[in-house]
């Protein structure tokens, strides 16, 4: 009997055993990570400051593109112009004033150079009536919020361009990439939470698209900006967040050749 007794109080003490070593852990990263917060850049409610760039486009019909391109830059009007977050890229002007000129076609960019898109500041190949923007073959197969964060950088170029052309464009071929990136952080922070939720998602389980990889990186930018500065403290952060994008672009070896002697 009391060898019974024994057994059993031996198998409940290693049992009890068990339960500490492989259970109370996890409960106390539960507990620990139970309250993180999202990450700002895609979640949290900051104030943007607007920000004001006149295009001159002379179309007053757009192009017809692809179906995916007319998604994607649907949705890049649909969440600049008319969002119930609180953020507006554009009080005037802005892509609503190129939206008519932007012809968005497929390309070998990422093979050729080693970029997702681009503009070419070419006067010889866009102008006021005519802005193309190139996008890499791979994003046959991206669905139209990664298209769509692509295109907000490069259409922040194609204004660029036109500022240029009018005379206006005073920034470094490093302060374009830098106004661009900026451009392109806001446009996902403007994002429903649905579309949200798809980024996350996908960033969280290591997803391979290098859309994905910039929109991190971009996050950790801003994630270090606020926490330095505070989310009330806009002109500190903001001055931060861009110093911190700058050094990223200006230590990149792709923007070290494409600006060198610009």
Known sequence: MWQYIKFVLAAVGFISICII???????????????VQPTPILTQEILIPT??????????????????FGRAL????????????PFFMFTEGGY?????????????????????????????????????????????????????VLLSHEMMHALQFLDKLNGELTLSCY??????????????????????????????????????????????LLIESLNYCGYQNTNCWLDRFKANISNMVSSNQFYQEQCKGR
């Open 175 to 220: 302060d374009q990439e830098v106004s661009a990136y900026l451009t392109q952080a806001f446009f996902i922070h403007s994002l429903n939470k649905e579309e949200i939720n798809s980024l996350e998602s996908r960033i969280n389980q290591q997803g391979t698209h290098p859309q994905l990889q910039i929109i991190k990186n971009l996050e950790n």
């Open 21 to 35: 070593i492989f259970f109370l852990p996890n409960l106390f990263l539960e507990a620990k990570y139970s309250n």
């Open 96 to 148: 609503r004033d190129i939206i008519n000129c932007t012809q968005v076609v497929y390309s070998n960019s990422r093979e050729s150079f080693g970029a997702e898109g681009f503009f070419e500041f070419n006067p010889q190949k866009a102008n006021h009536s005519y802005l193309p923007i190139y996008v890499d073959q791979n994003y046959k197969e991206a669905d139209d919020i990664l298209t769509a």
């Open 74 to 85: 649907g949705l890049i009007m649909q969440r600049t112009y008319n969002n119930e977050r």
């Open 51 to 68: 920000m004001r760039l006149r295009g001159y486009c002379n179309r007053s019909t757009p192009y017809k593109q692809k179906a995916e």
